[in-house]
């Protein structure tokens, strides 16, 4: 073999375990970590959550990366455009079929699965952002996605698209 060639072969297989890493059992357990799965969107919650049938499973999931105004929180007021964002989500989401990929961290402290959710191609957490409905929130290590969502943001506070042109 050529001396360029085992270089090659070394980087590469240095490069699978990076991404791999068979030595991190939580990763390997399945419960965080990279992945994705279909489901149905049996109802819509509030702007950024769901609960989805996930095979024989129904869970709750809160959308990585966004943050809606409230609606639903108990013991807080409905907030400005948090109406108008949860009736977006559920003409969007309810009754339909998504992909959910999820975050390197799978479980919020409040057991929710987080995702980012597709519907065919289309990116629902961005496209909320985009249209002013929903504000970047960035918790690590959930940020995949975080430097789309601040431009998206910054461009929909710009134009005064939905919540920056009402609150």
Known sequence: M?????????LLVFVALLILRPWDEELSAGESGPGSVDAYITRVVDG???EARIG????????IGID???????????ECFGPQ????????????RV??????????????LLAYAYIDHRFVNAELVRRGLARTLEIPPN????AL???????????????????
């Open 2 to 10: 050529r001396r360029g060639s085992l270089g090659s072969v070394l």
């Open 48 to 50: 950024d959550t769901v």
């Open 56 to 63: 024989d499973e129904v869970e709750d999931v809160r959308l």
């Open 68 to 78: 809606t105004p409230e609606t639903v929180k108990p013991e807080a007021p409905v």
């Open 85 to 96: 964002a949860s009736s977006y989500t559920h003409r969007l989401l309810e009754g339909q």
């Open 99 to 112: 992909r959910l990929v999820f975050g390197v961290e799978r479980r919020d402290i409040y057991d929710r």
């Open 143 to 146: 940020t995949l996605h975080s």
């Open 149 to 167: 969502f601040r431009r998206l943001e910054l461009k929909a506070a710009r134009g005064g698209r939905g919540l920056w042109g009402a609150c």
